[in-house]
């Protein structure tokens, strides 16, 4: 429960523990199939009806999926809470699974791939990048939506039986943020979901090691690319796996190198010497499994992708060599921290935290202590991180560029 006295206004959001990360090659996609069809209709709500009565009750909803979970919210009058939960709970283990409705669905799902990954250089290149740093056909190296073939085949008893595998009260968090009492939702909680039996829930697993014969290059050239794109990947640990004492320095690294207009990257290469038109460093250590550490550069178009490598390459140098301060390093914590308090100004963004850490495997207790833990890492830490992480065996390049003339 995450009070809010703001607006007379409630998001409930229901996270299941799983994700595509938990399908098997020949499966993929089947989390976010279901996803989809979980707007199919129970005996109780008809098909489409759920996200149309929450609409007419001056609210909205959606869903999404990720690598480790999946989640519904729906945001409503704090009135109508009562009113998303008895649904919500009624498709948590009724859901209608039939040919009539899979079969349209599929195709919508096929056209998401063809808009967003098909039709995008981009994200055909991250899919093979993914492939590499992971390991073919592991998890994290699966595409969240799928492969085409198997979004094609997947079928009735496929989608019921991940369904009846993952969706259970005992496999879920219920988080509900605006103005209501906890009270109100224990009451409301124990009357939808309580009733609802628990099922036995098998080990997530997640590799502990990823891709083999590191490091390796990608390369995609298409007609259709506008904008080239250097990038590199290395493999990193998360809260969960690998040198987790690692993460908090982890993040704090990735801001103070690349996470803003102002960080080192963005400063020499971009305001500086005019080598990229943008430069980025990202972190994510949520993750059930390792994670990775990702530096990007769009070149500038008098530039080469040699040029960015140099550079970019130089300037890890310099971090590496110890050139990174003590007041960098709380310029990056103070950013970080900001960043957090205003994202608990939205209704959407606290749940999402907790619903993140709590499916992957953290605590509620683990979310309040993060600004403790990232205001406590040292410039000392920082430097041990990116020693362990920026190092070739762990890394893949990836080159995105327009097709050769004639190609």
């Known amino acids: 429960m995450l009070p809010s006295r703001r607006a007379p206004i409630v998001t409930q959001v229901v996270v299941y523990k799983v994700g595509s990360a938990d399908e098997t090659f020949g499966h993929t996609g089947a989390a976010h199939f279901l996803e989809h069809m979980m707007f199919k ?134 988080i509900v943020a605006g103005d209501t009492t906890t009270e109100r939702v224990r009451e409301l909680g124990e009357r939808y979901y309580g009733p609802i039996a628990r099922r036995e829930i098998g080990p997530r697993l997640r590799p502990a090691q990823g891709g083999t014969d590191l490091p390796q290059k990608v390369v995609r050239a298409d007609a259709r690319v506008a904008e080239p794109r250097w990038s590199r990947l290395w493999l990193a640990p998360s809260y969960r796996v690998g040198e987790t004492k690692y993460a908090y320095a982890l993040q704090v690294l990735a801001r103070l190198f690349g996470g803003t207009e102002t960080s080192r990257l963005s400063r020499v290469l971009v305001e500086e010497r005019g080598i990229g038109l943008s430069a980025w460093a990202s972190y994510g250590a949520s993750s059930l499994g390792l994670t990775s550490f990702d530096i990007g550069v769009h070149p500038a178009k008098s530039r080469s992708i040699e040029d960015v490598e140099q550079a970019v390459t130089a300037e890890m140098k310099k971090l590496l060599d110890g050139g990174v301060t003590a007041e960098e390093v709380e310029r990056a914590q103070n950013q970080l921290l900001a960043a957090a308090i205003y994202s608990q100004d939205s209704l959407a963004s606290g749940p999402r935290i907790y619903g993140t850490a709590l499916s992957t495997g953290s605590t509620v207790a683990d979310v309040d202590a993060w600004p403790q833990r990232i205001s406590a890492v040292t410039r000392d830490e920082v430097l041990a991180a990116a020693r362990h992480v920026w190092r070739d065996d762990g890394a893949v390049t990836a080159l995105l560029t327009p097709a050769a003339r004639g190609g």
């Open 41 to 174: 209709g129970t005996d109780q709500v008809p098909a489409g009806e759920f996200s149309r009565i929450v609409s007419r009750n001056g609210g909205r909803d959606n869903a999404y999926t990720t690598f480790d979970s999946t989640g519904y919210h729906q945001t409503i009058a704090a009135e109508q809470l009562e009113l998303v939960m008895r649904m919500e709970a009624d498709r948590m283990t009724n859901v209608r699974l039939t040919e009539r409705e899979i079969v349209p669905e599929r195709q919508v799902i096929l056209e998401e791939r063809r808009m967003r990954t098909d039709n995008v250089p981009a994200s055909l290149l991250d899919e093979v990048v993914r492939e590499r740093l992971y390991g073919l056909h592991k998890p994290y190296a699966m595409p969240v939506i799928g492969y085409p073939d198997d979004i094609r085949n997947l079928g009735v008893e496929d989608l019921a039986s991940f369904y009846r595998r993952h969706y259970a009260p005992n496999n879920a968090i219920l």
